[in-house]
């Protein structure tokens, strides 16, 4: 079973940039397939990003296509999220998860294992 530790949240003017980091133990990394999700205040939780196994794919919802990058490190059993350009609706508690396999990337219910999340708050 994998624990997933988020940071690297805070507190940015909006055009600036963040990075989340989400540090995974207690399983085989390189077996899981790692998501970013953000959940902003009275919203349901929403995708982010995905990343396959080893790093070859990366999917991402309408809003961030040119903004964030989603990337790993296997050897350091993280998984990452760039945020440029960010705006004030990218405000939200961010949370990253893993799975072995899932159907469809978007879903959280997909996936088994979920971090604490990080705040990330971005000021007009």
């Known amino acids: 079973q994998v624990q997933l530790v988020e940071s690297g949240g805070g507190l940015v003017q909006a055009g600036g940039s963040l990075k989340l980091s989400c540090a995974a133990s207690g399983g085989t990394f390189i077996s899981y397939v790692m998501g970013w999700f953000r959940q902003a205040p009275k919203k349901e939780r929403e995708f982010v990003a995905h990343i396959t196994w080893g790093g070859a794919r990366t999917y991402y919802t309408d809003s961030v296509k040119g903004r964030f990058t989603i990337s790993r490190d296997n050897a350091k059993n993280t998984v990452y999220l760039q945020m440029n350009s960010l705006k004030p609706e990218d405000t939200a508690v961010y949370y990253c998860?893993?799975?072995?396999?899932?159907?469809?990337?978007?879903?959280?219910?997909?996936?088994?294992?979920w971090g604490q999340g990080t705040q990330v708050t971005v000021s007009s």
């Open positions: 998860a893993a799975d072995p396999y899932v159907r469809s990337e978007s879903r959280a219910d997909e996936y088994a294992y």
